[in-house]
């Protein structure tokens, strides 16, 4: 069991499906408190019954993380809950435009900056003033991508989004640090998500022939990501701040053949 993780309160975004579904559901199944937020309710009340299992008591938020009061009163609810707030996984993201650079618009590059960089942005200052306040430090972990050191053809905008929220948490982690705060970010590679199928056009031939590329011969599951974000979450991570984790199954170190 993973100190830190049991009965302790965590906010987790984008809980809808993938990756922060998978996360809110195996923090609960560890014995969190979990307030999960997305912007699709029935989505959303999907995961609340996924968690059932393992507990009744979850809290869930429907809102647009775009909206900077969204994240003050994500934690407003979280404390009024369960009675503490110790931390965050920030998983809301967008795929954005999927299109060669010259085909996108100054809109594409607005869209998906606003959603995978500036709202990372006011959920960290929201979440480490609340920490900062409450003098009993903090943990945050936000979900960036492989694609901020890495590239596909059409990935110019979330490649930009992804590779400023990688040089975001570095000085973020240093400034925080002071208060107890951890900040770090995991980069997921090839994972199976609706997200990953849509940037190949739910095309199987061409999806297999990605997952072929890795050294295993197969994409990664969500589950393989939330166990790293639980670790994170977690007090065994204690010393690991200001750092990108990849989970991508050696796809980098392939050499993306």
């Known amino acids: 069991m993973l ?12 809980a809808s499906a993938g990756i922060g579904q998978a996360t809110a559901v195996l923090l609960t199944k560890l014995g969190a408190k979990v307030t999960i937020l997305a ?6 009340l999907q ?33 009024a809950k369960y009675g503490r707030f110790d931390g965050a996984f920030n ?40 920490f900062k306040e409450q003098q009993n430090g903090g943990v945050i972990v936000n979900t960036s991508s492989w694609l901020a050191n890495g590239g596909l053809i059409g990935s ?6 992804k590779g400023a929220l990688d040089a975001f948490i570095r000085p973020a982690a240093l400034e925080l640090s002071q208060y107890g705060i ?51 979450l977690s007090d065994a991570a204690m010393n690991i701040t200001g750092q990108s984790i990849t989970v991508d199954g050696g796809y980098a170190i392939a050499g993306q053949r």
């Open 182 to 232: 951890r900040i770090n970010n995991i980069n997921p590679g090839g994972i199976d998500t609706q997200m990953t199928r849509k940037a190949f056009n739910h095309d199987e031939t061409v999806l297999q022939n990605f997952a072929n590329q890795h050294p295993r011969g197969c994409l990664g599951s969500c589950l393989d990501v939330a166990n790293t974000v639980a670790f994170l």
């Open 91 to 130: 998983n809301v993201g967008t795929i954005g435009n999927f299109a060669p650079l010259l085909e996108q618009s100054e809109a594409d590059f607005d869209r998906t900056l606003t959603t995978n960089t500036k709202s990372i942005w006011l959920a960290v200052q929201a979440q480490a003033r609340y």
């Open 156 to 161: 110019t905008c979330y490649s930009a989004s």
């Open 47 to 79: 995961t609340l019954e996924m968690i059932k299992p393992y507990t009744d008591d979850a809290s869930y938020l429907v809102a647009d993380i775009n909206q900077h009061n969204v994240h003050h009163q994500a934690i407003e609810q979280t404390v």
């Open 39 to 44: 912007r699709r309710e029935n989505e959303l």
């Open 3 to 14: 100190e830190g993780i049991k009965e302790h309160a965590f906010l987790v975004t984008g």
